[in-house]
């Protein structure tokens, strides 16, 4: 009975360790998605702190993960040679479908997530940037636009030959044109003939800077008249007044700077985090709450971490897939 009791407990002891390493696994896939939100930085890392073998599980699943990336990333390598040689289209199929799968599982689903988190929702795109990018597009004659990092933008002519959507991102809309031009985004439209504007769209409020001309703004059941140089806010339930733009700070992006002007560190971080690749998360409540003045520029991101260590005295962690949890 003693042995059968000491078996019994060895296999719990076991299930326990199995247990924790799961939750470390799923942490670290949840980071490495992409759509870990503050909120689960917060939480993670109360779970690292709450048992020394929590910790430890944790390092050992991102270390895990590293090595799934890189064989999932020289899996690829090994198909781009492959396919550069002519077979048979069937055996060339089954080599797709059965090499996919495999670089899929190796890499623990992290690959399929991040397609998943790069495809389209809603209308389709004409126009679109990746992470990072910037691309001058023309919209129609006398119509163009510069998109910024993760920018989506679709013609509607639906509505007209110079009408459009901003989807998602920022753009600076140049029009050169008498005749008027309708722009689409969130839950309004602003309508513009011979003017400059700077366009922003994300987590459904949206931003209009007049930058040269006048445009005319229209939402939540509401008109507004932007002067130049004024900027107006507005979402599904409402619209702001005009306000004044900071004409330093407006369109940076396109000078490779992002500029902060007494911000929410969590804001700062949620923006960096369009132009780096994988992801910065904030673990520490007071440390998002705080307020900071900055200038990155964004073919040096990454140095923002190093800057918060030595302003804040934070520790970061950095994982696989260029995620850092801050604290």
Known sequence: MIRSEGFQKGWRERDVSDDVAGQAQAWVSLLLSGQATQADGRALSAWRGADERH???????????????????????RETTALARPEPVAQSRRRFLV?????????????????????????????????????????????????????????????????????????LVSIDHDAAVSIFAGDGETTTSRARLSMRC?????????????????????????????????????????APIDPIAEGAWRRGILVFRDERLGDVIEEINRYREGRIVIASASLRERRVNGTFQTNRIDQVVDQLRLAYGVSATALPGGVVLVA
């Open 99 to 171: 090499g996919g799968a495999l670089a899929a599982s190796v890499a623990g689903g992290a690959v399929l997530l991040g397609r998943a988190a790069m495809a389209p929702a809603g209308r389709a795109a004409d126009f679109e940037t990746a992470k990072g990018e910037t691309r001058m597009v023309q919209l129609a004659p006398g119509v163009s636009a510069e998109l910024n990092t993760l920018t989506r933008i679709a013609r509607r002519e639906d509505v007209g030959p110079r009408a459009f959507e901003l989807l998602a991102g920022e753009a």
């Open 55 to 77: 910790e430890a599980a944790f390092r050992d699943a991102a270390r895990l993960h590293g090595l799934a990336r890189q064989a999932a990333g020289e899996l690829r390598a």
């Open 202 to 242: 994300l987590d459904g409020e949206v931003r209009v800077s007049c930058l040269e001309g006048a445009a005319r703004v229209r939402s939540a059941g509401r008109i507004v008249d932007l002067p130049g140089r004024y900027s107006v806010t507005y979402d599904q339930a409402s619209l702001a007044a005009p």
